[in-house]
């Protein structure tokens, strides 16, 4: 008797389970909009210009979480500073916009910024809110244009209260061989 209890209870788990995994939505895919980013994944020797005060690193980017996601990891120097960033990009399907997120060793808070690529989709730009240097939240708007698939330009500029952009800082990226 107890050989028929199990036989009936594996059935029956058998009947319940199949269909419910069966009507189980598919998992959403990355889209046309997430594969821009798939030129960038590698490792990217950078040049940064802080109002004419240079300085290098590196910047690594990698696909992640099913090719949704494009994570950041930046280190270098500035003013024999160890410098350190971590950001991570995407395109959001409800606010049809590219996101960011940025963090790094010299900011106490987080960039936050959204925008979308021109009409031939090498430049990117995005707008946003971050730290400013006097500890409060403040404006910022950011290109990124790719020149050619090995070299790219990020500029870093903060949008006064008259509207006017203030160049922060640029960087080349070329990718490292």
Request: positive net charge.
């Amino acid at each position: 008797m107890t050989r028929f209890r199990c036989c009936l209870a594996v059935c029956i788990a058998g009947i319940i389970l199949v269909p419910a995994k069966a009507q189980q939505p598919e998992m959403p895919k990355p889209g046309p909009e997430h594969a821009k980013f798939k030129d960038l994944v590698g490792t990217w020797e950078a040049t940064m210009d802080i109002g004419g005060m240079k300085s290098t690193g590196t910047m690594t980017w990698k696909m992640e979480m099913g090719g949704f996601y494009l994570m950041s990891e930046f280190k270098g120097e500035f003013s024999g500073m160890k410098f350190e960033g971590r950001g991570i990009d995407t395109y959001d399907t409800m606010k049809k916009k590219y996101v960011a997120v940025w963090c790094d060793n010299m900011a106490p808070g987080i960039m936050m910024m959204e925008g979308n690529f021109d009409s031939a989709g090498n430049k990117l730009t995005m707008i946003g809110e971050g730290p400013g240097s006097d500890g409060k939240p403040a404006k910022y708007k950011s290109v990124s244009e790719r020149k050619d698939k090995d070299t790219m330009t990020f500029t870093m500029n903060s949008v006064g209260a008259d509207g006017k952009d203030q160049m922060q800082f640029t960087i080349t990226y070329k990718r490292k061989k």
